[in-house]
């Protein structure tokens, strides 16, 4: 079997990888960029549990080399690397001999593969029993602010039986659920799908205990039930009608329980699981026809996804023109 070699560039997105010691979960501050959630983070998962894995600033051209997609585009002769492309939430990349996806409408072509997520490194979780119906109830916020709906003033505005606190996952304390009653991940209320997006905050809600509420994006639809794992809203009322529904201690402890099921088959050992299926058994066989492969073979599929690649900055020109990116 090739060996698996995670490019880790001289990008500065990559910078400190090499002096990290300890295990991911006591760095887990800085595993924020998707350079270090998915391929330092993978790197060390892999190679901390006994798989032969190596690393390095440059591709090598006898292995299986796991790349993301923004150092895959400046690679220079495609054609003498095998390269699996982390495509991350790219929507304009340069495709891989495969490419490696966090969302199933990402999946183009036979040779794309879908990974789960990685859910939160030094997770806390919340305590098991439901929140005291005398205390307020704690609504935290997961993502960037500016990237979400204005969720204060929307829940501000709001009337609920119980009083309710929002608060914010700051990247001092994102991987901290322990006082957390509701996690809110909506990031606007127009039924957007967010086809390159990953479902990583519903993996973390569940493996914290904690219920989510999610919008339309596609991510949560392929690994949660709407409505028996997680609450998925669309509107100002929907969203609101799903705080008071959470207040109810039977409906809370209903989500949470179908949550923890649900977490069984995306937890951390599923996920490397995963990954080693996929990087030893479908990327095998393609490292094989393509060691095999003729030169001008391998620069005509070069030149197949360049034209590819193309086509999707020409559709993100358009988009844009349009005003719908």
Same mark, same amino acid.
């Given at each position: 079997?090739?060996?698996?070699?995670?490019?880790?560039?001289?990008?500065? !997105?990559?910078?400190?990888?090499?002096?990290?010691?300890?295990?991911?979960? !006591?760095?887990?501050?800085?595993?924020?960029?998707?350079?270090?959630?998915?391929?330092?983070?993978?790197?060390?998962?892999?190679?901390?549990?006994?798989?032969?894995?190596?690393?390095?600033?440059?591709?090598?051209?006898?292995?299986?080399?796991?790349?993301?997609?923004?150092?895959?585009?400046?690679?220079?002769?495609?054609?003498?690397?095998?390269?699996?492309?982390?495509?991350?939430?790219?929507?304009?990349?340069?495709?891989?001999?495969?490419?490696?996806?966090?969302?199933?409408?990402?999946?183009? #072509?036979?040779?794309?593969?879908?990974?789960?997520?990685?859910?939160?490194?030094?997770?806390?979780?919340?305590?098991?029993?439901? =929140?005291? =119906?005398?205390?307020?109830?704690?609504?935290?916020?997961?993502?960037?602010?500016?990237?979400?709906?204005?969720?204060?003033?929307?829940?501000?505005?709001?009337?609920?039986?119980?009083?309710?606190?929002? #608060?914010?996952?700051?990247?001092?304390?994102?991987?901290?659920?322990?006082?957390?009653?509701?996690?809110?991940?909506?990031?606007?209320?127009?039924?957007?799908?967010?086809?390159?997006?990953? =479902?990583?905050?519903?993996?973390?809600?569940?493996?914290?205990?904690?219920?989510?509420?999610?919008?339309?994006?596609?991510?949560?639809?392929? +690994?949660?039930?709407?409505?028996?794992?997680?609450?998925?809203?669309?509107?100002?009322?929907?969203?609101?009608?799903?705080?008071?529904?959470?207040?109810?201690?039977?409906?809370?402890?209903?989500?949470?329980?179908?949550?923890?099921?649900?977490?069984?088959?995306?937890?951390?050992?599923?996920?490397?699981?995963?990954?080693?299926? +996929?990087?030893?058994?479908?990327?095998?066989?393609?490292?094989?026809?393509?060691?095999?492969?003729?030169?001008?073979?391998?620069?005509?599929?070069?030149? +197949?996804?360049?034209?590819?690649?193309?086509?999707?900055?020409?559709?993100?020109?358009?988009?844009?023109?349009?005003?719908?990116?």
């Amino acid at each position: 079997m090739a060996g698996i070699h995670f490019v880790m560039s001289d990008r500065t !997105e990559f910078t400190g990888w090499a002096e990290l010691t300890g295990s991911v979960h !006591e760095n887990w501050h800085k595993f924020v960029r998707s350079e270090w959630a998915w391929l330092v983070q993978t790197y060390f998962e892999l190679r901390d549990t006994g798989y032969d894995v190596s690393a390095s600033a440059v591709a090598d051209s006898q292995k299986v080399n796991v790349m993301h997609a923004d150092d895959y585009v400046h690679l220079q002769n495609k054609d003498l690397f095998f390269v699996a492309v982390v495509v991350a939430d790219r929507r304009v990349y340069f495709p891989g001999n495969c490419s490696l996806v966090q969302n199933h409408n990402q999946l183009v #072509s036979k040779a794309d593969y879908w990974v789960p997520h990685w859910d939160q490194p030094g997770l806390i979780p919340r305590p098991s029993l439901a =929140p005291d =119906p005398d205390c307020i109830f704690n609504v935290a916020f997961a993502g960037i602010p500016e990237n979400s709906i204005e969720l204060n003033r929307v829940i501000e505005q709001a009337a609920f039986a119980r009083p309710v606190r929002i #608060s914010m996952l700051s990247p001092h304390r994102w991987n901290d659920f322990s006082d957390v009653d509701v996690l809110v991940a909506v990031r606007d209320l127009n039924g957007k799908k967010h086809p390159e997006k990953p =479902p990583t905050k519903l993996f973390n809600a569940w493996a914290a205990g904690v219920p989510f509420v999610g919008g339309m994006d596609s991510a949560y639809e392929q +690994v949660g039930k709407p409505g028996i794992d997680y609450l998925q809203v669309s509107d100002q009322t929907q969203l609101l009608n799903a705080i008071s529904w959470l207040q109810d201690g039977d409906n809370w402890s209903s989500l949470v329980g179908a949550g923890k099921q649900a977490s069984e088959k995306f937890n951390r050992r599923k996920t490397r699981e995963t990954w080693l299926d +996929v990087l030893s058994g479908p990327v095998q066989e393609q490292f094989k026809a393509w060691e095999y492969s003729k030169r001008y073979s391998r620069l005509q599929s070069v030149f +197949v996804r360049f034209l590819r690649f193309n086509g999707m900055r020409l559709r993100r020109r358009y988009l844009v023109y349009r005003r719908r990116y």
